[in-house]
C-alpha cells in the first residue's frame, strides 16, 4: 500500500490506546523509579478519552482527527506529557491538512512537525532522557527509509525500530528535563517512560500500516 | 486592574495560595482565576482549561500567570496558543508563592505590569539574599531605589514596635501606603545595616529582616515627599495596629 488512510490513521490511535493501557502497569513502574509514578495512569486515561471522543465526532479527515486527539491529550492527561503529546498531535495534524489520505513522505513530514513541536514545548534535545529520544531516531528512520525509495510499510518498520533502540538508549543517560532531572546522576540506569511510551506509538503507527 | 491565573498541580494548593495572598489584601483584591487540578480532583494542569481562565479575565489589559513546576509551565505556555489576546498575557519566572503574594499586593495598590515584573524578576533573588546575608558577599542585592529629580525629601527614624516586626502583612501595608503618594519611598534596617530598597517592593522589605526592636529609617523625596512619611511614621509608630 501506498498511503494512510483515514481508517488507518484511525486504527493506528486507538492501537495506541490498546497498547498503553496493556503496559499501564510498566509505564507507571518506570515512572515510579525516577519521576512521579503517574504516566501509565495519565496516559491510559487520556488514550481512553481520545478513543471516545473519536467515535463520538467521527474526524472527518486527518487534521480534523490529529486535533481531536491532540486537544483531548491535552485535556485529560494532567501530567506534562499532555501539553508534549497534545503538541505532538495538533502539529502532525496541522502538517498533514484536511486530507483522508498520507502517503510515506507526506506522513513523515508531519510526523517531523508534531516531533520538532516536542522539542520546542518541551526545550528538550537529544540526550536529555525524554520522549524525543525515542521520538527523533524514528523520524529520522522514516524520513531515510523514504529518501531510500522505502515504501510506507518499511519506513514506518524502521522507524518502530529506531524508536525501540531510541528507548533502550535511554537507560543509561542522566535526566536532564522533567521530574525524573530532580535526581540528577540517580536517574541514570533506568529506562525513561516517556521514551517508552513513544516507542509504543511507533510500534502502533507500523502495525497499523502493515495490517491495512 | 491587572488579573491573575493561578496554575497548579493541585487545587488545594492553588486556593491556599490564593487565600494567603488575598489576605494580604482583603478590602480589594485583584481579579484571580484558578486553573488547578485534573477534572476528577486528582493532580494535573489542562492547557484548555489555563487558556479558559485567561479569557475569563477580559476586563484586564493585563494578566499575569503563576505556576508552580513541570506541566504547568508547559501547559501554560501551550495554553497561550489558544487564547483569544496573548499579547496581554504574562507568565511570572518567580516561586510560585513567593510571585503570588508579592505581585496581587503591587496590583492591589493599582502598580502597573511594569512594576510587576520587576517585582517578580526579583522574587527568588530577595529569598536568596536572605539565606544567604552574612555569609555570602557576592548575593544578589535587592533591587536599588530609584532615584528621582530632588524636589522634596522627607524622613523619619523609629523603632518597629509590632509582635513580630515588619512580617507579610505589615509590609505589605507599608507598600500599599506609601503606593498611595507620589513619591519614592526607600526604608532601611538601620541595625542590621540592610538596605535601603524601594518600599515598592514587598519582597525587598521582608528581605530586610525586620524584627521587632529593629530601627528603620525611611526617606522619601518628590511632590508629596511629606505626607508619605507623615503617614508610614503614623503606621509604624502604631505598629500597624497589632502591637
Known amino acids: 500500500m501506498t498511503a494512510a488512510t483515514l481508517e488507518t490513521l484511525t486504527a493506528w490511535i486507538s492501537g495506541f490506546r490498546d497498547q498503553i493501557v496493556q503496559h499501564q502497569a510498566e509505564l507507571t513502574e518506570l515512572d515510579s523509579v525516577i519521576g512521579d509514578a503517574d504516566h501509565g495512569s495519565n496516559m491510559a486515561r487520556g488514550m481512553e478519552a481520545v478513543v471516545g471522543a473519536v467515535k463520538a465526532t ?3 479527515d486527518a487534521a480534523a482527527l490529529f486535533k481531536t486527539v491532540g486537544m483531548t491529550l491535552v485535556s485529560t492527561v494532567g501530567g506534562a506529557s499532555g501539553p508534549l503529546y497534545g503538541t505532538f498531535f495538533l502539529r502532525l495534524g496541522g502538517a498533514a491538512g484536511a486530507t483522508s489520505e498520507l502517503d510515506a ?37 522514516w524520513e531515510t527509509a523514504v529518501a531510500a525509495g522505502s515504501d510506507l510499510a518499511a519506513a514506518a ?50 502495525d497499523a500500516v502493515t495490517a491495512a | 486592574m491587572i488579573g491573575f491565573v ?11 495560595a490564593v487565600a494567603l495572598a488575598t489576605q494580604m489584601v482583603a478590602e480589594g483584591p ?16 489542562d492547557a484548555a482549561a489555563i487558556a479558559a481562565a485567561i479569557d475569563r479575565l477580559d476586563a484586564s489589559e493585563d494578566v499575569v500567570v503563576l505556576m508552580d513546576l513541570g506541566s504547568a509551565v508547559l501547559s501554560a505556555e501551550m495554553a497561550l496558543e489558544f487564547v483569544e489576546r496573548p499579547d496581554r498575557v504574562h507568565l511570572s519566572p518567580a ?12 496590583a492591589a495598590t493599582g502598580a502597573d505590569w511594569a512594576s510587576i515584573r520587576t517585582e517578580l524578576g526579583g522574587a527568588y533573588a530577595q529569598k536568596a539574599h536572605h539565606l544567604e546575608a552574612g ?15 530632588a524636589d522634596d525629601e522627607a524622613s523619619f527614624e523609629a523603632v518597629v514596635i509590632n509582635p513580630s516586626g515588619l512580617h507579610a502583612r505589615p ?23 540592610s538596605g535601603p530598597v524601594s518600599a515598592a517592593s514587598l519582597l525587598a522589605l521582608i528581605a530586610l529582616g525586620i524584627g521587632r526592636g529593629a530601627r528603620v529609617r525611611v526617606r522619601a523625596r518628590g511632590r508629596e515627599a511629606q505626607p508619605a512619611i507623615d503617614a508610614l511614621r503614623a503606621l509604624v509608630e502604631d505598629g500597624f495596629g497589632e502591637a
Do not use: C, W
Not at chain 1, 529506562?191 to 517508552?196: E, R, V
Not at chain 2, 501606603?177 to 541595625?191: G, P, Q, S, W, Y
Open chain 1, 58 to 60: 467521527p474526524p472527518a
Open chain 1, 105 to 141: 513522505a507526506a506522513l513523515g513530514a508531519a510526523l517531523r512537525a508534531g516531533a520538532e513541536g516536542v522539542r520546542t514545548r518541551g526545550k528538550a534535545e537529544p540526550g536529555d532522557k525524554t520522549m524525543l529520544d525515542a521520538m527523533l531516531p524514528a523520524v529520522d528512520a
Open chain 1, 157 to 206: 518498520s524502521a522507524a518502530a525500530d529506531a524508536a525501540d533502540a531510541g528507548r533502550d538508549a535511554t537507560i543509561p543517560l542522566v535526566a536532564r528535563k522533567g521530574r525524573a532531572s530532580y535526581l540528577g546522576e540517580r536517574s541514570a540506569g533506568h529506562q525513561d517512560p516517556g521514551a517508552t511510551s513513544t516507542a509504543l506509538l511507533f510500534t502502533t503507527l507500523r
Open chain 2, 6 to 16: 493561578v496554575v497548579s498541580h493541585s487545587r488545594p494548593l492553588a486556593e491556599a
Open chain 2, 30 to 45: 485583584p481579579p484571580i482565576e484558578i486553573a488547578a487540578g485534573s477534572a476528577d480532583g486528582g493532580f494535573g494542569t
Open chain 2, 95 to 106: 516561586p510560585f508563592v513567593e510571585g503570588l503574594v508579592a505581585a496581587v499586593v503591587l
Open chain 2, 135 to 149: 555569609s555570602d558577599e557576592s548575593a544578589p542585592t535587592p533591587p536599588a531605589p530609584e532615584r528621582a529629580p
Open chain 2, 171 to 193: 509590609a505589605a501595608t507599608f507598600v500599599k501606603t506609601a503606593a498611595r503618594f507620589d513619591a519614592l519611598v526607600e526604608i532601611e534596617n538601620v541595625d542590621a545595616g
